[in-house]
């Protein structure tokens, strides 16, 4: 697969509060494949360039990418990059071999310059970073032209505009991590409040997410189901990134009362009608147990929890299929049959966005290139 890259960084001071951005595109440009931005504190333009060039570089990998083309405004990382230049500022040595590293693993990248106009959803998303970088996001700002470039090195004072979504400040990301396969999923059952295990090949998911999320890293909290396999993958991500497990009963499985352990076909000849209903309708309770309208009262509950515990930072949320998928129906403000058309695999990760707002965006949906 070939993907265009374009990454982009600064400073405000040079340096000053700095930010990167980067996002990955689809060899025509009419999809965005992922996109990330970050403040990183006091800066150069220079090294927030070659943080903005690794991470566009490292989400590209772990989407499969076996080809690349770069596009980044500044001309000294292109040149180095490209070999043309030697890198000889200490702070950039060390960069400059994690970019190369990222960038052998691509059987081939190029890199090329481009003006700011024609860098401007990766400018976009530095500047926001260097807005929350230099602590100015809620302030008020007037659009900017489409035509406009903006400087790099600027004072605090001037602001960009804020993403298309007109969203502002930094969200609190919530990456969605399903649990890993137990014998019950083996077998296609439905599992609610049931505590099964996870199998051998669950633990092996769990550890291969666990991988993952170390190797991103930026999460500041792990948070699980009570129910033993969701903990358990939750445990074995939270080692990895060296983080406690802080268990929230709110994420637990929807109890699916006497269909406890049944199969579709089980639950459907136990009770045809009912069973028919409950396939369309969110307040449809199964004998004993709980309607999915149910389960999303208390997930809105937790996500108002976390939000409020964990403003702006990224947190792990290891749960189950209906939990994530309710928060991933509340991000997107979608109506309930979404619930209906969501799949969702054992130890896939998905990953939504919640703004103080009240604006949120969904990411990423089912990724599983990891395991």
Same mark, same amino acid.
């Given at each position: 697969?070939? @993907?265009?890259?374009?990454?982009?960084?600064?400073?405000?001071?040079?340096? #000053? *509060?700095?930010?990167? %951005?980067?996002?990955?595109?689809?060899?025509?440009?009419?999809?965005?494949?992922?996109?990330?931005?970050?403040?990183?504190?006091?800066?150069?333009?220079? @090294?927030?360039?070659?943080? %903005?060039?690794?991470?566009?570089?490292?989400?590209?990998?772990?989407?499969?990418?076996?080809? &690349?083309?770069?596009?980044?405004?500044?001309?000294? @990382?292109?040149?180095?990059?490209? #070999?043309?230049?030697?890198?000889?500022?200490?702070?950039?040595?060390?960069? +400059?071999?994690?970019?190369?590293?990222?960038? /052998?693993?691509?059987?081939?990248?190029?890199?090329?310059?481009?003006?700011?106009?024609?860098?401007? =959803?990766?400018?976009?998303?530095?500047?926001?970073?260097?807005?929350?970088?230099?602590?100015?996001?809620?302030?008020?700002?007037?659009?900017?032209?489409? =035509? $406009?470039?903006?400087?790099?090195?600027?004072?605090?004072q001037a602001l960009t505009a804020p993403g298309w979504t007109g969203a502002r400040g930094t969200p609190t990301r919530l990456l969605l991590l399903r649990h890993g396969q137990t014998e019950l999923s083996v077998e296609r059952r439905y599992s609610g409040r049931g505590n099964p295990a996870l199998t051998d090949v669950g633990r092996q998911q769990a550890q291969a997410a666990a991988r993952y999320l170390a190797q991103r890293g930026g999460i500041a909290a792990v948070l699980s189901s009570p129910?033993?396999? $969701?903990?358990?993958?939750?445990?074995?991500?939270?080692?990895?990134?060296?983080?406690?497990?802080?268990?929230?009963?709110?994420?637990?499985?929807?109890?699916?009362?006497?269909?406890?352990?049944?199969?579709?076909?089980?639950?459907?000849?136990?009770?045809?009608?009912? +069973?028919?209903?409950?396939?369309?309708?969110?307040?449809?309770?199964? *004998?004993?147990?709980?309607?999915?309208? #149910?389960?999303?009262?208390?997930?809105?509950?937790?996500?108002?929890?976390?939000?409020?515990?964990?403003?702006?930072?990224?947190?792990?949320?290891?749960? =189950?299929?209906?939990?994530?998928?309710?928060?991933?129906?509340?991000?997107?403000?979608? #109506? *309930?049959?979404?619930?209906?058309?969501? +799949?969702?695999?054992? &130890?896939?990760? /998905?990953?939504?966005?919640?703004?103080?707002?009240?604006?949120? /965006?969904?990411?990423?949906?089912?990724?599983?290139?990891?395991?």
């Open positions: 697969m070939k @993907v265009v890259i374009e990454a982009d960084g600064g400073s405000r001071g040079n340096p #000053g *509060p700095a930010g990167y %951005g980067a996002v990955v595109l689809t060899e025509d440009r009419e999809t965005v494949l992922a996109e990330t931005k970050q403040a990183i504190g006091r800066a150069t333009n220079n @090294v927030a360039e070659y943080r %903005g060039l690794i991470a566009g570089l490292d989400d590209a990998v772990k989407l499969g990418a076996t080809e &690349a083309a770069v596009f980044m405004d500044s001309k000294l @990382v292109v040149e180095q990059m490209s #070999g043309r230049w030697k890198v000889k500022h200490p702070d950039l040595v060390e960069l +400059h071999a994690q970019a190369r590293t990222l960038a /052998s693993r691509f059987e081939r990248i190029s890199y090329a310059w481009v003006p700011r106009a024609r860098n401007s =959803h990766a400018d976009r998303l530095a500047n926001e970073a260097m807005d929350a970088a230099a602590g100015i996001d809620d302030l008020a700002e007037e659009p900017v032209p489409p =035509h $406009a470039e903006t400087a790099k090195t600027v004072a605090t129910l033993q396999r $969701a903990y358990d993958t939750a445990a074995t991500a939270a080692k990895a990134l060296g983080l406690d497990v802080t268990v929230d009963d709110d994420l637990i499985e929807t109890d699916f009362g006497a269909w406890e352990g049944l199969t579709f076909a089980e639950a459907s000849q136990r009770d045809p009608e009912l +069973h028919r209903r409950w396939l369309r309708d969110t307040s449809t309770t199964p *004998p004993g147990g709980e309607s999915f309208d #149910g389960v999303l009262d208390r997930v809105c509950r937790a996500r108002e929890r976390v939000i409020a515990v964990h403003q702006g930072a990224t947190v792990l949320v290891v749960s =189950h299929v209906t939990p994530i998928k309710m928060l991933l129906r509340l991000a997107l403000d979608a #109506g *309930p049959s979404v619930l209906y058309r969501l +799949h969702l695999d054992l &130890a896939s990760l /998905s990953i939504a966005e919640f703004y103080s707002d009240g604006a949120s /965006s969904v990411r990423l949906v089912n990724q599983t290139a990891y395991l």
